[in-house]
């Protein structure tokens, strides 16, 4: 098949440190180079693939003031659309306002919704019904149940690249955005309440750095650590060591890449019960979902009966980067009408 | 022909209040229904017009905080290229962005470029040379000297809507966004000076609210009045009764709407040598074009030498409304390689 990825912008492709949009884009481009496919991936121009890169816009977005937002969306959208006689099928990552092209190309599109960026952008999901969606858990459709959903396909990690930790050290961890939504001053709470170690990384937005230095600073010591946005390796480090991973959101989860990363090194996670959590963490098998502090607080003091070995399997059987190729495959071929070659 | 008319939706067409893109699309598309063509235009719901109205937006987006307006740009946009078939040609009057549309559909475009939004949309106009392109000045021009500019067409008023006064009052008059580029704290420095009456009227736009309560308030008195953002039929008595009009601005100007329409009343304008303003006043006959406020304070002392009729009769020739359309018809038949049918 002939096929273009179109990925975001914000970040490189494959991202640095931050970017799970571009992250996605990026694993599903190279798997499906690997497969035969012939991939087209539009992206950033300083973005790494083994697929043929396209680019209008030379640098990520979020990294560079100087590139105006708006042209540098509407002429990366266009650029994928404009060369849509080319592929078979065109798989947007850039959320739902790509599908404004759609009707004017003949080429098949298929969006993975990573997110509803705003309630208001439904609407545009739910006028290109000429197209297809994927989402990324059975949770995150609850914003938008009516839509042509063609499939339900939860991320994968390549997971032989997650060490895996039989041994943690005495902290626990979080990992993500740094914002009231994924709960981080919650966390902080519970291992003060504990006198637990915890360990924090991820990016503050320019939106979070109110909440940073409000909710996380002041509690920062010796104990309670921010390590700021660490690389891939860092954060396999961190994972691995960890005793447990405390995830205590308080906006519905889309998926939770992060949690599925804890788990192949063995870590299990402490999550609440919100959006796509039941989905990932195996409750009571592979870390616990909880429904209130009270609850994570009881679950942590119960975390030696998770068995490590079982996070792993969980992640090896469900969120395999393998799996999620394969998924991506059969709808391109479910769309095209086709049967698979290989 | 069947022309397809793509409005802003900032406001609605015609605008109530403010909205130069909206009013000239909107003269524009009653111009064309006028000589017989079918016309649709695309506008917000609410708009008013003798064509056929389609639109995706219910109201406009700068009166109605719970529209998206990323959304809507983009629903809006896509709905007059979905119906390009429909068309001989689409005119565009809303920026840039829908020329990445343009190289989808067989219909030609035509865009009025309003003015650039900023520098980096120059990038999208480089872009789809493909389309066509009217200045609404010479000197808008210099911003992007390269494109594919088909014509110039200064914009058009209906003179007879506006009354001639050959005897005004004695104040002077601005009206126009209430911003630093527009210069309403150079007429007041002005004013002040010389103990002249000056009456403001116009919209604050939310970036330039700190500039009116630190530049514009403090000297507000019986003398200096803004009088807010006023209707059409306040706006032509402001402007016939004003002894003359203040355009101090510091930026280029790229038209001059209400430059043309204080003329059209009577009265003349002091304007800086700045951008446009050259093309809309004949210096010394129909007012002054000035190169600093040493020189605006000679001219306001000058100003009886002005014929008042000089200035109505500049706007009959050169700035009409029928003047406007002509050249708009004109330009789309050259692009469609047609003569004129009527």
Known sequence: MKIAILSSIHWRTPPIKYGPWELIASRIAEGMVKLGHTVTLYATGDSETTARLKWVCPKPIMENSALEPKVYQYLHTASVFEDADQYDIIHNHYDAFPLCFSKLVKTPVVTTIHGFSSPQVIQIYKRYSNTYYVSISYADRKHAPDLNYIANIYHGIPVNEYPYNSKPDNYFCFIGRISP???????IRLVKKLNINLKIAGLIGSENKDYFEKEIKPHLNSKIQYLGLINEEKKKSLLKNAYGFLHLNTYPEGFGLTLIE?????????????????????NQKTGFVVSSLEEAEKAIKQLAKIKRENCRQRVEKYFSLERMIDEYEKVYLKILGKRRAH
Chains 1, 2 share one sequence.
Do not use: F, Q, R, W
């Open 181 to 187: 939504d994924k709960g981080v001053h919650n966390a």
């Open 262 to 282: 804890a788990m192949a090194t063995g870590t299990p996670v402490i999550g609440m019960n919100l959006g796509s959590i039941p989905e990932v963490i195996e």
